[in-house]
């Protein structure tokens, strides 16, 4: 029986002047292990959200039942295996961060054994940055987790 690789976490974050949010995370998985947790729906499920839709091809939808109650939704802009997705997000409902509105940037970096995956979450309005990076910060370590072969444990932020 083989085992998990373990989780190496590098866990950085940071907001940029221009008031991106920016989280590190190494993986102990290949940029091509760590990509099919971003763009196929059932391997995406397992570290994020609790119901997911998306079709990640360029103008393709995104869209996120984060928590079985908070929607995230928006279109995939950018898909270039293995190395970087990007799309589009808000929350369905919302008026501060609306569908769409907001930008997240995921580029994975090969290092050895390992990948460097950065998210860079752009064009949020002062004080939903707080909020994102607390939801970021614990998802993306989830990521690290499953993509590594790791049971990353059950969804704390998932309603009922």
Same mark, same amino acid.
């Given at each position: 029986?083989?085992?998990?690789?373990?989780?190496?976490?590098?866990?950085?974050?940071?907001?940029?002047?221009?008031?991106?949010?920016?989280?590190?995370?190494?993986?102990?998985?290949?940029?091509?292990?760590?990509?099919?947790?971003?763009?196929?729906?059932?391997?995406?499920?397992r570290?994020m959200?609790?119901?997911?839709d998306?079709?990640?091809?360029?103008?393709?939808?995104?869209?996120?039942?984060?928590?079985?109650?908070d929607?995230?939704? !928006?279109?995939?802009?950018?898909?270039?295996?293995?190395r970087?997705?990007?799309?589009?997000?808000?929350?369905? /409902?919302? &008026?501060?961060?609306?569908?769409?509105?907001?930008?997240?940037?995921?580029?994975?970096?090969?290092?050895?054994?390992?990948?460097?995956?950065?998210?860079?979450?752009? /064009?949020?309005? !002062? /004080?939903?940055?707080?909020?994102?990076?607390?939801?970021? &910060?614990?998802?993306?370590?989830?990521?690290?987790?499953?993509?590594? /072969?790791?049971?990353?444990g059950?969804?704390?932020?998932?309603?009922?």
């Amino acid at each position: 029986m083989t085992q998990p690789n373990t989780t190496t976490t590098t866990g950085t974050t940071s907001v940029t002047a221009d008031g991106a949010i920016v989280l590190t995370e190494r993986v102990h998985a290949s940029p091509e292990e760590v990509f099919e947790f971003l763009v196929d729906p059932e391997k995406m499920i397992r570290w994020m959200g609790t119901a997911v839709d998306i079709e990640p091809t360029p103008g393709g939808k995104f869209w996120l039942n984060a928590t079985g109650t908070d929607i995230a939704s !928006g279109t995939y802009l950018e898909v270039d295996p293995p190395r970087r997705v990007v799309f589009t997000w808000g929350w369905e /409902g919302a &008026s501060e961060v609306p569908p769409g509105s907001s930008t997240v940037t995921i580029t994975l970096t090969g290092d050895g054994d390992d990948t460097t995956v950065e998210l860079r979450h752009e /064009g949020l309005p !002062g /004080g939903a940055d707080d909020q994102h990076v607390e939801g970021w &910060s614990y998802f993306l370590p989830r990521l690290a987790a499953v993509a590594a /072969g790791n049971d990353p444990g059950t969804n704390m932020h998932a309603s009922g």
